[in-house]
């Protein structure tokens, strides 16, 4: 359950702190494939299992960017914020792939709000995603995210 802000001002007090966790996912072999498609990036360490079973990772593993990709999806799981006309996705700062995700992997996102400042009459907040990788002690990603609220 998101954790909820009443105001896009709200955010401020909670610099410092763990947002929360979003829901597990599991990363199934139709999801790096569509990934493939959508990117072009069709390297056989994503989309030929016989070829990676015989790899480096001992099977497909997931596009840095399509883990990269699932903040979009665990974000609003983990936090909302509300009194606001709209919420942008501003850019992202430092991203780093520590781990691969292999095929059947579940993944989910942790979220700690890293800092804030009024921008305007919103305020622009840094939370830092790490997509965890259930059973392994390094996360798939880790991306700052820098999204903009601003009030309604």
Known sequence: MARIFRTPEALHEAVGQELGKSDWLRIDQARIDLFAEASGDHQWIHVDPERAAQGPFGACIAHGYLSLSLVNLFLPQIIEVQGIA???????ERVRFPSVVRVGSRVRGSALLVSTEAVGSGVQAVIR???EIEGQERPGCVVDTISRYYPA
């Open 86 to 92: 709209m919420g942008v996705n501003y850019g992202c």
């Open 129 to 131: 995603v790490s997509v």
